[in-house]
């Protein structure tokens, strides 16, 4: 396994490495609509600047666990 640092902006750092790839493929946070807004998404801005095809993998959302009935005892 190799691995690589490489100083930049996120988005532009990750669709030079997707221009020499067949797919990027990225996960999503999921934040919510304000940080969104305040932050943007390195998601979006791959989507419009790699040359390849990119796809998104959402953060599955938390279901709560399912849990037994309570025992009740006298």
């Known amino acids: 396994m190799a691995a690589e640092v490489i ?3 996120p988005a532009d750092v990750l669709a030079a490495a997707g221009a020499a790839a067949d797919l990027l493929v990225l996960g999503s946070h999921g934040h919510s609509r304000v940080r969104h ?3 943007g ?4 801005d791959c989507i ?3 040359t390849c095809p990119v796809v998104v993998i959402p953060v599955p959302i938390d279901q ?3 849990t037994a009935e309570p025992v009740l005892r006298n």
């Open 41 to 44: 998404s390195v998601s979006e």
């Open 48 to 50: 419009r600047k790699a």
């Open 37 to 39: 807004t305040v932050l």
């Open 64 to 66: 709560p666990r399912q």
């Open 7 to 9: 100083e930049g902006r």
